[in-house]
């Protein structure tokens, strides 16, 4: 057969692969809704319009009412809220799908070539890859959309008279869509004064001519520029509008560190633990190959994708939530620098023939394909237990019953309960999108209004249960009711007993995804007397164990009670909880650690061993290790407590719990030396715990007052002989 044959060939599985990856990419898209903030945007889109202008001061919260507020977003927030009114919460999905793809498409006109498919489909994958992170009903997707639109049009159509409208129409609807719109006017500046250098300094090789523009392009360039920085003061606050996103921006990198070390999004992708994990490893893969992409390409580098790289991946090494927009300008510069280059400079193989190079393209096209075909087909299995329905729920369509407390808010909701509550931040934005304007809440997640201070009080409260931190708020915004949100993460034991502890606040809903507490006011006192719960006569809601058949489920809902109730005291109920978990899964280590907790409070060690035991079993994790350990403490088997810190420490060589257990149980034993020992490996490596440090002496002392003591009565035992 011909060569044009295997060529053809060859390039018709490029474009099925290419076909499988829109595929991949519409159906990676379809997740559920399982975003936080989606429904503030809801809510303030249903605001805006049904009063028909964007306010710029805060509407939602109780603690920061009227305070300033620049709604960057007013645009997408009204477009999703006319969305979903018209096509529901599966029409957002499928927008989103729509916005991913074609956001995609455009990438794939920038840096396709018939010659290197195979390079061009596989690095496409690997932003996918990175993208899918960010699979997320939120302005962002506009945001890398208008991104990829604005480094298509000044790098393709720079020269038509049409290229400046259809730039300013896209930053407009990007300075109302989205706060990193600021990248627009950025884009432009770069080429600006890269065709300055170029026009201007001596640079080796070829980088003066490389990418260099006409004086008809650097002239309508410049123009670009200066008129994308006037489309930004195109939104309700004008030149405060535009400004603002950008003072945030520095701020987030002054004072409001905080926010980095408690919001995931926020926190740093790669650090010195993580650099060389599995952790975003795609991320990571394109870094690597667009920086090789300008050694090989070094006597022809385009200093504009040099800079434009240089600058997207500092912003993604700062937040995890900028990772995608260095992965499409990794495509970019990696498919610029690669055009360039000889495909033999590229590919170490020398083929003898035409046929054997073509099949071995053709090859890695298929295997590509599989890769992918197996990706999405693994992505289907993805889904879990709807315990409404006794039935499997998929991660794909439809809204999240894993990530929300529907069930709390439902009950806010059908009780037509209202007031100003506390709430945890997670929750936040959840409760003004369904419960609002009956509940103004405490905080949500627009930690720029917030600001530092104000969160910083919010985690004294939360993380820490200060009363006193509480009060204040309490008096201040007139708080009459809390919503402790269990369902997205645990609820912190300090604030569960604080407001346990506060006597004129009563709990009035209890379940696995959340509890609420009301006030005792004149306006709660018939919801109060109406649906109180008493935690001492408290009992399981069983599962029908014939409709659930043999499915193998997380019976989550019972052990996150469990936890609740134990907390508040309740170990009754708490055990209840815990032995249905295991009536319905009875290999549920959660369950059985529970249980062993209880136990060991109560002073019974050895049922709390025999719980434990089982737990570390089925879970070998380093918390369910170091009970075991606890368990074998208080059992006085100080060699099988020392065993199991021990392991502990070969897992995790600076778990402080680890080092201080192993010390106390070799005082306990009689071994001060070796206590003293792991006391100073301890110092060493900067662990510090006062308690335990004073407790482990106290042992030491103890010990040896009984050693003088039974020497003592010794002693007087001969001279009675």
Known sequence: MSERFWKNLSTSLGWLSIGMLFA???????????????????????????????????????????????????????????????????????????VVAFTFLILLLLGYSRERQLLTVVTLLMVLMVYQTRFTIRPDIFSILFFVLDIYILSMHINKRWAIYALVILQILWSNMHGFFFFGPLLAGVGVFSELIKRRVPLPYEWNTVGRLSDEEYSSLKKIFLVLILACCVNPLTFQGAWYPISVFFRLAGDNKIFFEHILELQKPITANTIFTEQYVWYKVLILISALSFVFNRRKIDISSFLVWVIFVGFSLAAIRNMIYFAVAAYMVFMVNIISLPLENLVPLRFSSFKFKHLTVIVFKLMLMLWMLNFGLQMTTNGY???????????????????????????????????????????????????????????????????????????????????????????????????????????????????????????????????????????????????????????????????????????????????????????????????????????DAVAYMMIGRIYNQRHDYKKAFENFRIGAMYLEDIPSRLALAQAYEHLKDYNRAISQFQRVLDVSPQNVSGYFGMARSYAEWGQDKKALD????????????????????????????????????????KKVK
Not at 25 to 36: C, G, P, Q, V, Y
């Open 24 to 98: 991949l990419i519409t159906f990676a898209s379809s997740l559920e809704i399982k975003d936080l903030d989606l429904w503030l945007h809801l809510r303030m889109g249903w605001w805006i319009s049904h009063h028909g202008f964007v306010p710029n001061f805060d509407v939602l919260s109780c603690s920061i009412t009227g305070k300033p507020w620049v709604n960057h977003e007013w645009l997408f927030q009204v477009f999703i809220y006319q969305v979903q009114k018209a096509y529901g919460f599966n029409g957002l999905i499928s927008m989103q799908s729509l």
């Open 678 to 717: 792991m006391l100073s490996a301890a110092q060493k490596l900067g662990l510090q715990d006062k308690v335990d440090v004073k407790r482990i002496h106290d042992i030491i002392e103890d010990q040896k007052k009984k050693v003088v003591g039974g020497n003592h009565l010794l002693v007087r035992k």
């Open 385 to 587: 237990f709807d315990f409404d329905n006794y039935q499997r729920k998929s991660e794909f369509f439809g809204v999240s019953k894993r990530v929300y407390p529907y069930k709390a808010v439902n009950f806010l909701v059908r009780e037509k309960i209202k007031g100003n509550f506390f709430n945890d931040f997670n929750s936040g934005a959840y409760l003004v999108g369904r419960a609002y304007p009956n509940i103004r809440v405490f905080i949500d997640g627009r930690t720029e209004v917030y600001g530092a201070d104000f969160f910083e009080n919010y985690q004294k409260i939360w993380r820490d249960g200060n009363p006193h931190a509480f009060a204040y708020f309490e008096r201040r915004d007139n708080i009459t009711g809390a919503f402790l949100n269990n369902a997205h993460q645990q609820i912190p034991m300090t604030v569960l007993k604080m407001f346990q502890s506060l006597k004129n606040w009563s709990i009035v809903y209890l379940d696995d995804d959340a509890v609420i507490f009301l006030k005792q006011t004149p306006y709660n006192k018939p919801f109060i007397d109406k649906l109180s719960v008493d935690i001492t006569k408290w009992r399981p809601k069983s599962m029908d164990l014939l409709e659930l058949g043999t499915k193998r489920i997380d019976p989550f809902p019972f052990t996150n009670r469990a936890y609740i109730l134990e907390t508040l005291g309740a170990d009754e109920a708490a055990l209840r909880e815990s032995r249905e978990a295991l009536r319905v899964s009875p290999d």
